[in-house]
């Protein structure tokens, strides 16, 4: 890369390449000369694929072959117009030529001048809310992190760690494979995730530990039950996103003895860590006992917030946070050196007003610092870390805030629901957000009475009345699909802003259905039922 594309020490080089040998070897070839790689999401077309290239004020692109079909000749020419001069696809005549190429070892300066928060890699957020940023890793993270989880699974010389999650994003390539190189073992790469040969490639691999992010596992148990589900070497399951009702099912359907679950940003300061063998922990995201949470009192906390103004409430006397009481929801921030916020926060790159919104100032005591994760927790007195939400996802309906990581656990737990994503929707006339469920049901399967009459029960029984979803939107297969990100974690702004418009959600090729004033079940919701909303006709 040095010779052929000229790449020099320093210099950023965005990748764009699905999960491979190919992958691993031209990140690393990338760090061996000195430059740093910007790992560019594959699943990105147009505006944003533009967009995340140039934010990395890359002049060099690299990209798979397979994916050369979206660099259509306008999007080429908008790379060329900007900062990248050199785009290049790895066809077989280059992959043949790398192979065939002396190995050689650049000397030591050719790496020397790297400090501790220095950029290592460029990884970015998933731009469900706006285009994605470019999180700027360091060297610390980077190495920091692949320790602690060699160590805290544990992984030995004759582990054999299995992951289909895409390497661009920071679960796979630093705490997978980077967590690999630490512990000596063996990386097991599959091309990316697939639910009826996940297992197959486990078995074929001999895999021991596997990787998991967001709703993975949910998807895992929605396949047909086989005398092979547990004909497996896999003990362990690491990963976040892990919701409580899946827990259980998902060990015991697969035979797994430890469920290794975190919690953690790509930009983050801090982490929260779970190891869990038995009931006591299902669910959580973090467990911290008696000693450590005297130790980290001030260092991860949690403030109460103004749900309406989606910021932390402030006393009015001190202008300081207020911390929750136990069990008690709120924002998670992690504290930061306020002397030196670059040293556990690198922030955006070239974007300084994003990072500076993720800082918060004058939290405990005036001048100290603290990191935003922008997502809603709750510490119980048992030292379990429970999240709740994200800011925003919470939505408030009679006057209550619910929260949709609650409602989504109840109807989760009802056995033709494949996935449940909640969120508020506005109607007209109506103050607040009416709740509304994107249901994906098992294969094969399609609505009936009979189950809209069993969501309708299980929701009141188990839920507070406000907390109930007035609306249900069943998805098509390609609906759900779409509304997933590469790393299997649900989006809910498309639903958000589709709203519950019958001709725009049938376009979609999806079925609304409602809770009329009154009724006890879920009813076909369609034109006359929207025109009633929108004239005032109902009041929900």
């Not at 790449?7 to 990748?15: E, L, P």
């Not at 906390?301 to 300081?320: A, C, F, N, Q, S």
């Not at 990191?371 to 209550?400: A, H, P, Q």
Request: net charge positive.
């Amino acid at each position: 890369m040095k010779q052929k594309f000229g790449v020099k020490k320093d210099d950023i080089v965005a990748m764009d390449m699905m999960n491979s040998d190919v992958f691993i070897w031209t990140w690393f070839g990338l760090w061996s000369i000195g430059a740093r790689p910007a790992f560019i999401n594959y699943n990105l077309i147009k505006k944003p694929l533009v967009h995340s290239i140039s934010a990395s004020n890359t002049r060099t692109l690299l990209v798979q072959d397979s994916l050369q079909s979206k660099y259509r000749p306008e999007i080429l020419n908008e790379l060329k117009a900007g900062c990248v001069t050199n785009i290049t696809f790895f066809t077989p005549t280059i992959l043949s030529e790398i192979a065939s190429t002396a190995p050689k070892r650049e000397p030591d300066d050719a790496r020397s001048g790297q400090l501790r928060h220095s950029m290592a890699i460029l990884i970015y957020t998933s731009g469900t809310t706006g285009l994605p940023k470019p999180a700027i890793v360091s060297w610390t993270k980077a190495t920091i992190a692949p320790h602690f989880v060699a160590k805290w699974l544990p992984l030995t010389t004759s582990s054999v760690f299995y992951t289909c999650m895409p390497l661009y994003h920071s679960s796979a390539s630093l705490l997978c494979a980077c967590a690999c190189v630490v512990g000596g073992c063996t990386l097991s790469l599959g091309a990316s995730f697939h639910r009826k040969g996940f297992w197959d490639d486990c078995r074929k691999t001999n895999a021991t530990h596997i990787q998991y992010v967001g709703e993975t596992c949910r998807y895992l148990l929605s396949t047909p039950e086989s005398p092979l589900d547990r004909q497996h070497n896999v003990r362990t399951a690491f990963g976040n996103g892990m919701k409580r009702e899946v827990w259980a099912k998902f060990k015991e359907r697969f035979g797994i003895v430890q469920v290794s679950e975190f919690y953690a940003a790509t930009e983050g300061s801090s982490a929260l860590f779970n190891r869990s063998r038995n009931s006591f922990s299902e669910g959580a995201v973090g467990m911290s006992g008696a000693l450590f949470s005297r130790l980290s009192g001030r260092k991860n906390v949690i403030l109460k917030m103004d749900e309406d103004m989606e910021m932390p409430i402030r006393d009015p006397k001190t202008g300081l946070c207020v911390r929750v009481r136990p069990g008690e929801p709120g924002e998670l921030v992690f504290r930061l050196n306020e002397k030196k916020i670059e040293a556990g926060f690198q922030g955006y790159y070239g974007n300084d007003a994003a990072t500076n919104k993720k800082i918060l100032r004058d939290v405990l005591k005036k001048g100290d610092a603290y990191f935003s994760t922008g997502d809603v927790m709750k510490k119980d007195n048992e030292g379990r870390w429970l999240f709740c939400d994200r800011i925003g996802d919470t939505y408030r309906w009679k006057s209550e805030n619910v929260s949709t990581a609650e409602v989504a656990e109840v109807l989760g737990k009802i056995d033709k629901i494949s996935e449940a994503n909640v969120y508020g929707v506005q109607v007209p006339g109506h103050d607040g957000r009416a709740g509304c469920a994107a249901l994906v049901l098992h294969d094969d399967l399609s609505i009936t009475e009979a189950l809209l009459r069993e969501l309708a029960s299980e929701a009141s029984k188990n839920l507070p009345r406000y907390a109930v979803p007035i609306f249900l939107r069943v998805l098509s297969k390609e609906t759900a699909k779409a509304n997933r990100t590469g790393t299997n974690k649900q989006q809910k702004h498309n639903f958000r802003s589709e709203g519950i418009d019958p001709d725009i959600v049938r376009h979609k090729g999806d079925i609304l259905f409602w809770l009329p004033p009154g009724s006890q079940e879920y009813r076909k919701y369609g034109p006359e039922d929207w025109k009633a909303l929108k004239s005032g006709q109902v009041k929900l």
